[in-house]
Nanobody
Framework: QVQLVESGGGLVQPGGSLRLSCVASGFIFSNYYMRWYRQTPGKSRELVAGISSGGGNTNYADSVKSRFTISRDNAKNTVYLQMNSLKPEDTAVYYC?????????WGQGTQVTVSS
């Protein structure tokens, strides 16, 4: 079955950096568009970034453009989110996502907290 496992979250000071990873299994990873979302309590999940199957096309929410970079390693079935210049408003649980056979799959999420 499809599994997505995120890691790399933690506590970081404003202006710091983190790199999130999401390891995928159960489907042909290299064939699918991958996304990162985030969610804070009481709010719906927000799309942060997406990357095409081959990695050549990326898209970002306006709030993270120029600070976050999404990438993937198809040999490792892994998608990454490099987050730089972090702000307190980036605090959230971050999820990776794939839509496989019209069904959305999510990992368990990884908590990112930006605070001094």
């Amino acid at each position: 079955q499809v599994q997505l496992v995120e890691s790399g979250g933690g506590l970081v000071q404003p202006g710091g950096s983190l790199r999130l990873s999401c390891v995928a299994s159960g489907f042909i990873f290299s064939n699918y568009y991958m996304r990162w979302y985030r969610q804070t309590p009481g709010k719906s999940r927000e799309l942060v970034a997406g990357i095409s199957s081959g990695g050549g096309n990326t898209n970002y929410a306006d709030s993270v453009k120029s600070r976050f970079t999404i990438s993937r390693d198809n040999a490792k079935n892994t998608v990454y989110l490099q987050m730089n210049s972090l702000k307190p408003e980036d605090t959230a649980v971050y999820y990776c996502n794939v839509v496989w056979w019209n069904v959305a799959y999510w990992g368990q999420g990884t908590q990112v907290t930006v605070s001094s």
